[in-house]
């Protein structure tokens, strides 16, 4: 057993090694072999054979092992997780070769409690029949896993089965294992110096501290200034919601003529209503007059004057150009004039040719919808007449479905009557028994009302009593010098009447300040308007050139001889007046009244009708 024991332990210590994610199992193979070799040969191809089936067959293995740790292997140790794997691979695939008795010499050489779970567990027909069968034939077919495997091992139940007893005989057989008491950790105390015991302190004594002065009440108010500018925007406020509320009531004053004034009572009576609105007789509108200039901005006037000023420069380097020699492009610009007049008459000719060209295509397809509509009128008609005799038989039709319905009618409403008495009678129990009720609420809540106000009248009385009281007159004066200094030792301390004639000296010398900022700003904006103004000036006349300029172009453009219409043209437009002549000797022949298939009577009409027949078939 002990040979056994230590090749197994050397399959799993090579298992231990192997990594899925990185090794290869050809490779690791490779490595294992050289790392064995100084073993004996049997026991080395032992232990290859067994180590090369658990990289080949992992995936079985696995799934029969995770399980086990799931269902009855909870308590075991996750570091037999390779052990458990080998000994599933030796009973599935070893079982037949090794033989039975070598098998039970395997099992034996390993601890019996693990072995004694794990043979139970993976030998259960229950377990091998269902489960282990399914998920291993997501792998392999299910004919190779049930002939090769699952069969074979329950061929083996028997022999397993004593192999599992006698692992529990030996279990029950064997003494616990007794429980050695952990020694227990004794502290030992730290050989420290003792201290000496502290004196106790002197108690200080309490320092006087001089009574502070209190915090004035003016640091928790806001400043009189502050007072007066919020007064000062209310005030703002009010007058332009005053002027709003005026805009609004004569904003389309305008719009209404004006009136002979009117003496006496009738003039006071229209000034206490505002004036509505009316329909004017008649508006007038003014036309705008052009000779008056449009105003410019600053903005607008200065880039303005430096668009006419780069033009200018333009104009003087072509003309110092053309005296040092430089040639004039005028007759080039001519003859390309002159070829860029001819192109735009042949692409206006070529056009025209495409425009009458879709005016005729236009024109045929006219006709052609013109014959569809005579067509569809025909058909209609037709169709007029037969469903002018479908609603004449559903006429008839529906008279009857009427007579028999007002008769089954009658005989609904003498039911109903008897049913009405009733619901009559019930109402009126019912409104007599409501009255009662309303009646005595309302008794109840004049009462409560009338005991409220009892209550009401005593709180008023108690509450005058009490603002009397309050009103009494309390005397909380105090006399204040305003030109005392408080003399609270302050840096810069004054009274009152010295710090009012600072701040108005302050006053008047800010505003002195403003008037001169003003002045400043008044000289620099009538320096600024006048070099505007010079501006301006100089923009008229460069408008004035370009308004010339502009106006010769125009008058050469005029000049420009009307383009001639070639024979291709000529010819399509002969074609679309025949065309058209056609189509509106065809439209002339649709406007002309059809005779008209007859129409289906009104209901009304049909009912007059048929009511002599019925009387002459009673009769």
């Known amino acids: ?124 027909p229950l377990n091998l029949c269902s489960w282990i069968k399914d998920e291993w034939s997501l792998v392999y077919e299910m004919a190779h896993v049930k002939e090769n495997w699952i069969d074979p091992l329950m061929r083996w139940q028997p022999e397993v089965q004593e192999l599992i007893n006698h692992l529990e005989g030996v279990l029950a057989h064997q003494p616990p294992l007794a429980k050695t008491k952990a020694k227990v950790t004794e502290p030992k105390k730290f050989n420290l110096t003792v201290p000496r015991p502290r004196a106790i302190p002197v108690p200080e004594p309490v320092p006087v501290v001089a009574k ?87 903005a607008a006037i200065l880039r303005e004057g430096a668009l006419y000023q780069r033009q200018l420069e333009k104009e003087l380097q ?35 040719c495409r425009r009458l060209q879709g005016t005729l295509s236009h024109e045929e397809a006219a006709l052609a919808r013109q014959r569809l509509l005579q067509g569809n009128k025909r058909k209609a008609d037709r169709k007029k007449g037969e469903m002018a005799e479908l609603m004449q038989q559903c006429a008839e039709r ?100 010295e710090l009012r004639e600072r701040l108005a000296r302050l006053k008047e010398a800010r505003q ?9 700003i008044v000289q620099g904006k009538r320096a600024k308007g006048q070099g505007l103004q010079d501006m301006l000036e100089r923009i008229s006349l460069c408008r004035a050139a370009v308004g010339r300029s502009a106006a010769s172009r125009r008058e050469k453009k005029a000049v420009r001889v009307a383009p001639s219409q070639d024979e291709r043209a000529l010819g399509l437009q002969r074609r679309v007046e025949e065309k058209a002549a056609e189509r509106r000797r065809q439209a002339a022949l649709l406007h002309v009244s059809a005779p008209r298939a007859a129409r289906p009577r009104p209901r009304a009409q049909a009912q007059r009708e048929a009511q002599p027949r019925q009387q002459a078939l009673q009769q």
Not at 81 to 103: P, R, S
Not at 245 to 252: F, K, Q, S, T
């Open 212 to 298: 502070p002065r209190p915090v004035p009440r003016s640091t928790y108010q806001s400043p009189k200034e502050q007072q007066v500018l919020e007064m000062t925007k209310r005030c703002n406020r009010w007058k332009a919601e005053e002027l709003l509320l005026r805009a609004n009531l004569g904003a389309m004053r305008c719009a209404v003529p004006r009136e002979p004034p009117v003496q006496g009572s009738k003039r006071k009576l229209q000034l206490q209503f505002p004036p509505r609105i009316r329909k004017a007789p008649q508006l007038t509108f003014y036309r705008p007059n052009d000779d008056v200039p449009v105003k410019l901005n600053t």
């Open 318 to 352: 072509r003309v110092e150009k053309l005296v040092d020699g430089a040639r004039d492009f005028s007759e080039f610009l001519e003859w390309q004039k002159k070829m860029q007049a001819k192109d735009r008459q042949e692409h206006q000719a070529a056009r025209e």
């Open 398 to 497: 529906r008279l009857q479905a009427e007579r028999s319905m007002k008769e089954l009618v009658e005989q609904v409403t003498e039911g109903h009557k008897n049913i009405q008495v009733a619901q009559m009678k019930l109402l009126r129990g019912r409104r007599q028994a409501v009255q009662e009720v309303k009646e005595e609420s309302q008794e109840l809540l004049q009462r409560r009302a009338q005991e409220a106000r009892e209550g009401q009248r005593r709180r008023c009385e108690l509450i005058s009593q009490l603002r009397a009281l309050e009103t009494q007159p309390t005397r909380t004066g105090k006399l204040v010098d305003l030109t005392q200094i408080p003399g609270y030792g302050l840096e810069g301390e004054m009274s009152v009447t």
């Open 1 to 124: 057993m002990e040979y056994y024991r230590t090749c197994i332990e050397t399959v799993l210590e090579q298992l231990d090694k192997f990594k899925p994610k990185k090794d290869s199992p050809e490779q690791f193979l490779e490595a294992t072999s050289t790392c064995l070799q100084t073993l004996s040969p049997q026991k080395q191809a032992f232990v290859l054979e067994v180590l090369s089936g658990c990289l080949e067959y992992r995936k079985l293995l696995t799934t029969v092992v995770d399980a086990f740790y799931v269902r009855d292997g909870r308590l075991c140790r996750w570091s037999d997780y390779n052990l458990f794997q080998v000994i599933c691979y030796l009973a599935t695939f070893q079982l037949e070769g090794l033989g039975f008795q070598l098998f039970c010499n395997i099992i034996k050489s390993q601890p019996a409690d693990k072995m004694h779970k794990f043979l139970r567990f993976f030998f259960n």
């Open 512 to 520: 002195r300040e403003e008037e001169e900022k003003r002045d400043r």
